[in-house]
């Protein structure tokens, strides 16, 4: 056990520092040997740990970081600059010129980035970051479309889970028996962080956010238009022969599952397909308006989440990126 | 009281007719005089008055049906050709070329088209219907935009309430905690529906349908493309002016409303706007991809369903179609 | 309008203020002339009216006080010395050997003493309770049965909805599809408050409060055994007869109905009988262990918050109580 | 594999049957070799083989019946009589006297009682029952006390999960944001059942049943008075010593957890605990009318159903009664 990987979970305490336990307690290549948390939780225990506060020395080289944006900035920078490599699900900086923002079975490549980052030319600090989780559910669900046909177009409403907003997040008196028509800055995301994962700026897309009594899962009904012309047929072999296997130890197989049946995906039912990492997608069918419409699922919370920022410090290990 | 015109509930015991029940109960114009559903409860009670078969002697010429579509068909040609003007919320004459369907604020004078019917021509009976709940709550927020600018391009995805699917409906089991991506026949009929009403056979309509843990209230996220080009300010004075009073008591004083606040409407605080006969609109904004965008409310069984159905009959009487 | 009888509001913003707002905003005795709230409130509006400070001059005699508990008990005893009748839903004062806890129809004459308290002598300031939710409901249905029977025993278990959590109270996360076995302090409130309401220390209370995902409605399953013998019978009578008609704009009629389903009561069909104000009770039969059991509804934010405190002002008000 | 012994089951595309296959899917000892239902389902294809009819001559000695209690009656009958050994999950045979009703860590040995069934005295066949979901969960909480202490008096009020009405059961439109004060034989099923499981005819039982929006856990709030006297820390030790190791396959460690935070158990978070097998208690205190107050939580369609008999049916094959 000794040989794993030490790990720290910045933001131990949040919603996706929790997540970021549950998923790393068994992981095979990783062991988590720094929890921290802010001051007022420091010293406290925390999976078996006791909590360090942020300006504590750490023994890990890999801090996943679940801080919130409204601290998340700062801190991360300050780690970077310490030789840490970040690898954050906070927003603060996706959309930083030098910083990745990756799903690895689409970008993976663009971790090489950090090697341009000063703070890992000085000392192998760095920071990366993987998308919003509603925009990493859409972007696993379209890049075998985008990569065989090209998108001009994407419209996506989206119906997601209570778990996005972190605890304690929505108010129950806010959400039972009721649905919610906006999630403040979420759009705006889903429009921008689509374009950097794809490298594409040409991309039209035009998003609608709702949140729904849901615990885990969320579902986007998207219509897309392609660049080139494809039938039901090739789309379908566009889901099922994109993605390669990854062998990573959180890259599930499949990645994306085309699901035949009128009435799925459904959160309860397919959120954690492939342990929460594979994306799935239905009702697959042609749009009068764009070119194909349907309907996508996958977990927030691991996919959208800890699990892709997990498989983002995977994928650095095996490129050797981690010094 | 006994000067309200007396009218009869076809399929008393469902859920539209109970529907049908609590808003006529108090109903200015008029009065419940018959209840009339199957065999099996024929001789019980229902709204005080003791239950009619299908094959008894009924005392109103205005009978409404919450029939269900198995047997709504026969039943509702049978009652006009015995002299009734059936007024129904069934899906199974919405699509006839001689049967209006028809939202009064929208298009009241289709009503006048009875005139033409064989029946209506012999002994006044006649079948005038109002359209799928989700296209109902659609076109009465579209209309203002198509008639002050016509409309090319409409995409929808709604998020719709259990109480649409009638009772039992939805096993729980299927819907607590969770969403599903599909509602039969549903998106079928938004995009025929919507055509006949607004008798315009250009409009291009693409429709996705979910069913969400909601009991009562549609909302329908919509993005479309205007004909004419049209400001913010244009579609705000569009919904504000269009609809002109009525003054039928069931028509509502705003048709539609406008709602400034960004979270709005939601089913739990807009639903029953109007009593249940307003629709609310909210989040207008630009679309990258069509025009414009928004999201739109509806209570799917008061005006999607028995008070969209009620409103009909009030603009028949007023119109002296009926005889 | 003008001669209706000016009150306040303390903690306007809150969830019970808000309710308070709501029923007072068409009462025929009263009008809201002033909204309190803290200082970083001071200056917005609220129900029309500006909001003041906690030490602004106020013109009402009558404050309605849905203050939270960590302010009530200082700022209440502040506004009785400054001579206004504070009628409280706070549970800082309940237990106060001078500040009666009252239900009208139970113990109205309890509002009497208020003229014992020394700042009524002094300058007609007081502070009168109305009981927590939960044992409101209790009360309201029990004292039928002890006033007709005597009672020795009771033991209860509820199942409470969101709305008594305040706002934003529980989160969706934790109650979703779940409920909770615990909520701090109440059991010990429907222990300690039924003695007081019913003048009687000798009762024997246990209490076990359940959260459940209901939005308005807190329903009690009741186990009780009686002094004196009774049949089904004479308790139906008992729940019939006991409550006089008090012609108080906010007392139902009837105070409490029984319910002869045997699936009665449920808070989404019962939970607003008589405007809130009537207690439903249902399943009343024989208990192996004590002697009767049946299963109690309420409306939680009505007749056990602000439109009990609403009830207390009025019996002051008819008493002449109000100087 | 094919060293697994064959089993069948009884109504495999009911919600119980539907679960002993999930259950079944991965047993160390056991492997589905026939699928029957009725005769309308029979030639579809159901975990991968072909469905059988209730004639159909079956390779199974073993049969897991999860049959609807319609039809349970005579169909297990005519399956013992034909040499097989139905582990049943119906209400039907569970009061016959000669037919065993066992929870395998509580009345084990009532199993061998099969020898006495003149089916099995034939050519093996027999009936063997589990009881009732809430009762099955309530008799694993009580027996430690039951057994170190005595129990005279239990009053018991549950919180009961959806999937224990089946599918598809409760309508969503009656119990989202509701709950049902009601469960037709419920109570009864818990006062006689849990009389037979510990022999003793003398226990004094009052339940009272609700149902709640939960999709799976069913809540017991339990008050009891012990024969003898006993502390907390007395209580403690039962919870955690009564239980012996069973070494079988789907016997959970612990039997019982006793959890000491207040506000646990929890469905949503304790159910699945050992697998769906681990009954869970929380909440324990002394109780002012009987001796002790607690709240347990079980997994009412695995400890409570399908997990409940096949335990049944290891226990058996442990103790060679299956010939």
């Known amino acids: ?17 929790q997540k970021f336990i549950s998923l790393l307690e068994r992981h095979p290549w990783f062991r ?4 921290v948390a802010s001051e007022r939780s420091a010293g406290k225990t925390c999976a078996g740990l006791v909590i360090k506060g942020p300006y504590d020395r ?12 409204a601290v998340a900035g700062d801190l991360e920078t300050q780690y970077a600059e310490l030789g840490h490599l970040v690898v954050s699900n906070a927003r603060n900086h996706r959309m930083d010129p030098n910083v990745p923002l990756v799903i690895p079975e689409i970008n993976g490549h663009a971790l090489n980035q950090i090697q ?7 000392n192998g600090g760095a920071i990366v970051t993987n998308p919003n989780c509603s925009t990493t559910v859409m972007a696993v669900a379209l890049y075998p479309l985008y990569r065989q046909f090209g998108l001009d ?4 409403t989206t119906l997601q889970a209570l778990s996005g907003a972190g605890y304690p997040g929505i108010p129950s008196l806010d959400i039972l028996g009721n649905t919610l028509p906006y999630i403040a800055g979420e759009e705006e995301k889903m429009e921008s962080e689509l374009s950097k994962i794809f490298a594409d700026p040409n991309l039209c897309i035009s998003a609608t956010c709702n949140r729904v009594p849901v615990v885990d899962g969320h579902t986007l009904c998207l219509s897309v238009s392609t660049r080139q012309p494809a ?26 599952q085309l699901l035949p049946e009128e009435n799925r995906p459904q959160p309860r039912l397919d959120a954690t397909a492939g342990g929460g990492m594979t994306v799935s997608i239905g009702r697959l ?16 919370t691991v996919r959208g989440a800890a699990g892709g920022a997990i498989l983002n410090a995977e994928w650095m290990v095996r490129a050797g990126l981690v010094k």
Chains 1, 2, 3, 4 share one sequence.
């Open 116 to 122: 341009q980052q000063p703070t890992y030319i000085r």
């Open 1 to 17: 056990m000794s040989h794993r990987i030490p790990v720290g979970i910045l933001g131990c305490t949040g919603a996706v520092g």
């Open 153 to 156: 177009k994407i419209m996506v």
């Open 32 to 35: 988590i040997a720094d929890v």
């Open 58 to 69: 750490l023994e890990s080289r890999i801090l996943f970081s679940g801080l919130d944006a």
């Open 231 to 256: 039938t039901y047929e090739d789309l379908r072999k566009a889901f099922e022969t994109t993605y390669p296997t990854m062998d990573l130890p959180s890259s599930p197989s499949p990645v994306v």
């Open 285 to 300: 069918r042609p749009c009068k308006i764009l070119d194909w419409k349907f309907t996508v699922l996958g977990h927030n």
